[in-house]
């Protein structure tokens, strides 16, 4: 009995271990970012070492100043204005999508979804160009309509595909025995699939909120205005602002924009990981 305890405490000393040492090279990218926002151009680029020499609030405080006639709050505050609501539409238009595929029958349904997933392979390079003339033609360019309005039309085939097969997981009998109780199919959705769905609500939430959030090429197509722009532009902004670029403010920066991300997903990883492990399995 000794003997196996300490072998299963071994086995877990090494499985920690290397756990730990994963982790840190993973990390390291993000712990270089944060310890060079310290720094200045000639540490950054002159030496090898990870820590600073002299520590200083300055380049933070600096960095989050922005250009000096919009600040850091600003663009936080407009990207927040754009993820969020596209975060909430998508989760809600795909919920919708996906319960009619996953559920119901109904004429062209195999083509449909098949044409659905098909567009998942059109690289967005294609679909750029038709996009900014017909929102050209709405007069939504410079606002935020065009990503507002793909979310609420569920045009992310991604989230409906992941929701739909975590739906087909779940047993048709639930359906059926709300349906015997009276339930209706919208009330069967919110009482009784909803509540069962929310790991994979999670993840795909969680990776629309990723997505959206570091979205710099579709933000710079659709957004003119310096005073709308998101922290991704406001990036790089920040580096043709000045010619002789601070690294040191850059990094602090880009480490003040990255945080809210980690910190999301440190919370939100148990229902992430529990959604990405049971998306794919058909019950």
Known sequence: MQSKKKLKL??????YTLIIIIGVILLYP??????????ENDEIFGSTKLLATHY???????????SGVLTYTTYFWNTFKLVVPVTAFTMVSSTLVAYGFARFRFPFKKLLFSMLIATMMLPNAVIIIPRYTLFAKFGWIDTYM????LAI????????????????GIPRELDESAYIDGCGTFRTLMQIILPLMKPALFSAALFQFMWTYNDYFNSLIFINSGKKYTVSLALRLSLDSESVVNWGKIMATSFIVVLPLILLFFMAQKYFVEGIATSGLKG
């Open 30 to 39: 993000i712990i270089w970012m944060f310890f060079a926002a310290f720094k």
């Open 56 to 66: 200083s609030l300055k380049n933070f405080i600096e960095g989050y100043q922005g």
């Open 153 to 168: 039309l569920a045009c992310y085939p991604f989230f409906v595909f992941m929701l739909v097969q975590f739906l087909r």
């Open 146 to 149: 065009p990503f507002y309005s």
């Open 10 to 15: 071994m086995n877990s000393i090494w499985t």
